[in-house]
């Protein structure tokens, strides 16, 4: 009888054993926390939306590897396409949040999307963190508690930094301004119209032009008799190209800046030799002697994307920017200790250093101060030989 | 300045009556247009992109098949979006040509992407200084291939068997059929030709313009203007309404703005529909019952 009960308490303990084992992997197995990713995926603009999406991916990755957040959650990216178009973002960071539970949302290139998704945010509480589009009324809105952060450039900021630079490093008086037929365009008439004004400089005229304009003489035509001494530029990769490619078919050399939207595609390919004679803005350049996170960040798109080298990386802001965001979002779960929005809001606030991508970020954001970015982080940058480098301003 | 906007306009106008001559050939032979025109200069330029950039080919063989795959096109686009609804006497090719055009686009943007791509040409890299304007050779090579190719095609109009065909079906559908033309495909040829023209265009025009999925659209659009300035059933009045089109745009942008180009150009249609419905160097024809 003894013997033939022994088996069966063996039995009995192993059953014990395996059942804590069983359900101590089951606990952990945690819910994943959350982010969503609402930007322009098609269309366009599309080429900014993946890199947002590679920039935040392999941020993801990097925090999963190192064991997730909270304790073992893993960070789960959910994306959605607005098309750029704003009702369509608006639907989008509902469903997101409501639906997959987003505990942040980043946004993408398109201000008119992110402005209208502001109330969202605020309703549902849930923190945005914009990774491009740079109309300064989406973190500069009035609102108290703020629920919009951004890790990108913001128009008037950009125009001030850009006519300083005409008007102090150049040594120009009377720059003439082109700028694309949008609302992105007459944003940074504004903007430019303000600094120039306030740096004491009367433009020559700004001129515009449609997408998909083919020739751009005509308008830099009356800029040159005008009396223009230097040329501004907000214009996307396309249109720019056609615009640097009609002055130099003019014969007219004037120094030319521009905002960063002729980094949004292939500018470089499209202008050849010319594209040496654009200074424009950036916030970081994966050309060049990188930090120990950017040899990080390059090796990993690498790895995941197969690209071969820094010039495969489209439209570099947008993954540079996205890296630094999801980080930081990243630092504000673990400092709020709940995939909770409100309280990830109040940790993005009271963020310490960081040290990112773009640089070190001393405190990233303020109660007053949503922009982690700011002028001093601004490059200003030229291409040579296809490749963008840093120029010194110095 | 002038003589800088003139060159300018030169370029563009030469081609939007070279895309206006598409329109005028199949209007002529069948009252219908292909309002995928100005996609068939995209892909036009697309496919050119593809051989020469793309797969490395010289430039020659490049340029011939790919006129080749328009005049492809053209047969397919007649084929699917224009005879089934002339044979019902409905108006629907009008839409039907639209979605395909619409629907060539979204085909480029998925297979060739979304950007514009740089079309070399040693042409268009140094400009010359012609009259004290710059000028790229290329810009200058534009219309002088394109009024060489409307003359050609006047000239095979007039002289060979197929021209001729296609004017005896222009005339009249039923007369051209008792001559023994088969006239459905005596359209579907002019479908063809009218394509290629159009991808013609698009060659030329893809080192000025870049290449990408979107580069056709205002042309067609501008294109069709031109053939209803010129008058639509004139091949010589489109000739010169889209040059002069292209000319008079050029200047008003550089005198007036570039903002008020559009509104002047497309109220000059509206004028033009106003004071003579059948085009500047149109006739008037009593509307056949």
């Given at each position: 009888?003894?013997?033939?009960?022994?088996?069966?308490?063996?039995?009995?303990?192993?059953?014990?054993?395996?059942?804590?084992?069983?359900?101590?992997?089951?606990?952990?197995?945690?819910?994943?926390v959350?982010v969503?990713l609402?930007a322009?995926?098609?269309?366009?603009?599309?080429?900014s939306?993946?890199a947002i999406k590679r920039g935040l991916t392999v941020a993801i990755d990097e925090i999963n590897a190192r064991g997730g957040l909270l304790g073992?959650?893993?960070v789960?990216l959910?994306?959605?396409?607005?098309?750029?178009?704003?009702?369509?973002?608006?639907?989008?960071?509902?469903?997101?949040?409501?639906?997959?539970?987003?505990v942040a949302v980043f946004g993408g290139l398109?201000?008119?999307?992110g402005?209208?998704?502001?109330?969202?945010?605020?309703?549902?509480?849930?923190p945005y963190v914009g990774t491009w589009a740079a109309a300064t009324?989406i973190t500069r809105?009035?609102?108290?508690p703020n629920f919009m952060f951004r890790v990108s450039a913001n128009d008037d900021v950009v125009d001030h930094f850009l006519?300083k630079h005409?008007?102090?490093k150049?040594?120009?008086?009377?720059?003439?301004?082109?700028?694309?037929?949008?609302?992105?365009?007459?944003?940074?008439?504004?903007?430019?119209?303000?600094?120039?004004?306030?740096?004491?400089?009367?433009?020559?005229?700004?001129?515009?032009?449609?997408?998909?304009?083919?020739?751009?003489?005509?308008?830099?035509?009356?800029?040159?008799?005008?009396?223009?001494?230097?040329?501004?530029?907000?214009?996307?990769?396309?249109?720019?190209?056609?615009?640097?490619?009609?002055?130099?078919?003019?014969?007219?050399?004037?120094?030319?800046?521009?905002h960063w939207?002729?980094s949004g595609?292939?500018?470089?390919?499209?202008?050849?030799?010319?594209?040496?004679?654009?200074v424009f803005v950036q916030t970081y350049s994966f050309f060049g002697k990188q930090s120990e996170a950017g040899a990080r960040v390059i090796a990993a798109l690498k790895t995941k994307y197969?690209i071969?080298g820094p010039e495969d990386i489209l439209a570099p802001v947008g993954t540079a920017n996205a890296y630094d965001a999801m980080h930081l979002v990243a630092l504000a779960v673990e400092r709020a200790g709940?995939a909770?929005?409100?309280r990830i809001r109040d940790a993005l606030e009271t963020l310490g250093e960081y040290r990112g991508l773009i640089k070190t970020y001393r405190r990233p954001f303020t109660p007053e101060e949503h922009d982690a970015l700011n002028e001093d982080d601004y490059i200003l940058v030229t291409?040579?030989?296809?490749k963008i480098v840093p120029v010194s301003t110095k | 300045?002038?003589?800088?906007?003139?060159?300018?306009?030169?370029?563009?106008?030469?081609?939007?009556?070279?895309?206006?001559?598409?329109?005028?050939?199949?209007?002529?032979?069948?009252?219908?247009?292909?309002?995928?025109?100005?996609?068939?200069?995209?892909?036009?330029?697309?496919?050119?992109?593809?051989?020469?950039?793309?797969?490395?080919?010289?430039?020659?063989?490049?340029?011939?098949?790919?006129?080749?795959?328009?005049?492809?096109?053209?047969?397919?686009?007649?084929?699917?979006?224009?005879?089934?609804?002339?044979?019902?006497?409905?108006?629907?090719?009008?839409?039907?040509?639209?979605?395909?055009?619409?629907?060539?686009?979204?085909?480029?943007?998925?297979?060739?992407?979304?950007?514009?791509?740089?079309?070399?040409?040693?042409?268009?890299?140094?400009?010359?200084?012609?009259?004290?304007?710059?000028?790229?050779?290329?810009?200058?090579?534009?219309?002088?291939?394109?009024?060489?190719?409307?003359?050609?095609?006047?000239?095979?109009?007039?002289?060979?068997?197929?021209?001729?065909?296609?004017?005896?079906?222009?005339?009249?559908?039923?007369?051209?059929?008792?001559?023994?033309?088969?006239?459905?495909?005596?359209?579907?040829?002019?479908?063809?030709?009218?394509?290629?023209?159009?991808?013609?265009?698009?060659?030329?025009?893809?080192?000025?313009?870049?290449?990408?999925?979107?580069?056709?659209?205002?042309?067609?659009?501008?294109?069709?203007?031109?053939?209803?300035?010129?008058?639509?059933?004139?091949?010589?009045?489109?000739?010169?309404?889209?040059?002069?089109?292209?000319?008079?745009?050029?200047?008003?942008?550089?005198?007036?703005?570039?903002?008020?180009?559009?509104?002047?150009?497309?109220?000059?249609?509206?004028?033009?529909?106003?004071?003579?419905?059948?085009?500047?160097?149109?006739?008037?024809?009593?509307?056949?019952?």
């Amino acid at each position: 009888m003894r013997r033939a009960r022994f088996p069966g308490v063996v039995v009995l303990l192993l059953a014990v054993v395996l059942l804590l084992t069983a359900t101590r992997g089951w606990t952990q197995a945690k819910p994943p926390v959350s982010v969503a990713l609402v930007a322009a995926m098609s269309g366009g603009s599309a080429l900014s939306g993946e890199a947002i999406k590679r920039g935040l991916t392999v941020a993801i990755d990097e925090i999963n590897a190192r064991g997730g957040l909270l304790g073992g959650r893993k960070v789960e990216l959910v994306i959605r396409d607005e098309e750029g178009n704003p009702s369509k973002g608006v639907t989008a960071a509902r469903d997101v949040i409501e639906r997959e539970g987003a505990v942040a949302v980043f946004g993408g290139l398109h201000s008119p999307v992110g402005l209208a998704m502001l109330p969202v945010f605020h309703e549902l509480k849930v923190p945005y963190v914009g990774t491009w589009a740079a109309a300064t009324g989406i973190t500069r809105n009035g609102r108290n508690p703020n629920f919009m952060f951004r890790v990108s450039a913001n128009d008037d900021v950009v125009d001030h930094f850009l006519a300083k630079h005409v008007i102090e490093k150049l040594g120009r008086q009377k720059p003439g301004v082109i700028l694309e037929n949008t609302p992105w365009g007459a944003s940074n008439q504004e903007g430019l119209t303000k600094w120039f004004g306030k740096l004491g400089a009367q433009p020559v005229g700004f001129e515009k032009f449609n997408w998909n304009d083919p020739d751009m003489s005509a308008q830099l035509l009356r800029l040159r008799n005008g009396g223009a001494d230097a040329l501004v530029m907000v214009a996307n990769a396309p249109e720019g190209a056609q615009v640097v490619r009609s002055r130099a078919k003019i014969g007219w050399s004037v120094p030319t800046v521009s905002h960063w939207g002729i980094s949004g595609g292939r500018f470089a390919e499209l202008t050849g030799d010319l594209s040496e004679s654009v200074v424009f803005v950036q916030t970081y350049s994966f050309f060049g002697k990188q930090s120990e996170a950017g040899a990080r960040v390059i090796a990993a798109l690498k790895t995941k994307y197969g690209i071969k080298g820094p010039e495969d990386i489209l439209a570099p802001v947008g993954t540079a920017n996205a890296y630094d965001a999801m980080h930081l979002v990243a630092l504000a779960v673990e400092r709020a200790g709940a995939a909770d929005g409100a309280r990830i809001r109040d940790a993005l606030e009271t963020l310490g250093e960081y040290r990112g991508l773009i640089k070190t970020y001393r405190r990233p954001f303020t109660p007053e101060e949503h922009d982690a970015l700011n002028e001093d982080d601004y490059i200003l940058v030229t291409w040579r030989q296809g490749k963008i480098v840093p120029v010194s301003t110095k | 300045m002038i003589v800088q906007l003139v060159f300018g306009g030169l370029a563009l106008g030469s081609m939007y009556a070279l895309v206006a001559l598409g329109y005028n050939i199949t209007y002529a032979t069948s009252q219908t247009v292909n309002f995928s025109q100005g996609q068939s200069v995209m892909v036009g330029a697309v496919v050119a992109y593809a051989l020469h950039v793309g797969a490395g080919w010289p430039w020659v063989p490049s340029v011939v098949v790919t006129l080749i795959a328009l005049a492809a096109l053209g047969v397919l686009v007649e084929r699917v979006a224009v005879r089934p609804f002339l044979r019902a006497s409905s108006i629907a090719w009008l839409l039907a040509t639209i979605a395909l055009g619409i629907i060539a686009e979204n085909v480029v943007m998925l297979v060739f992407g979304k950007d514009a791509r740089a079309f070399p040409s040693s042409l268009a890299v140094t400009p010359w200084t012609v009259l004290g304007a710059g000028v790229y050779p290329h810009e200058l090579l534009v219309p002088l291939v394109g009024i060489a190719l409307m003359v050609l095609v006047e000239l095979a109009f007039r002289r060979t068997l197929a021209g001729r065909a296609l004017r005896a079906v222009a005339w009249s559908h039923d007369a051209a059929r008792l001559m023994g033309i088969d006239v459905t495909r005596t359209i579907s040829v002019a479908y063809a030709l009218s394509s290629v023209l159009a991808g013609v265009a698009g060659i030329l025009l893809a080192p000025l313009l870049n290449v990408s999925a979107t580069m056709g659209t205002t042309i067609g659009l501008k294109a069709f203007a031109v053939a209803i300035i010129g008058g639509i059933e004139s091949a010589r009045g489109i000739v010169v309404a889209g040059i002069l089109y292209g000319i008079v745009e050029s200047v008003v942008a550089g005198y007036l703005g570039t903002g008020v180009r559009e509104i002047i150009g497309f109220a000059l249609v509206v004028l033009v529909l106003l004071a003579r419905p059948w085009g500047l160097f149109g006739v008037p024809t009593p509307r056949r019952v």
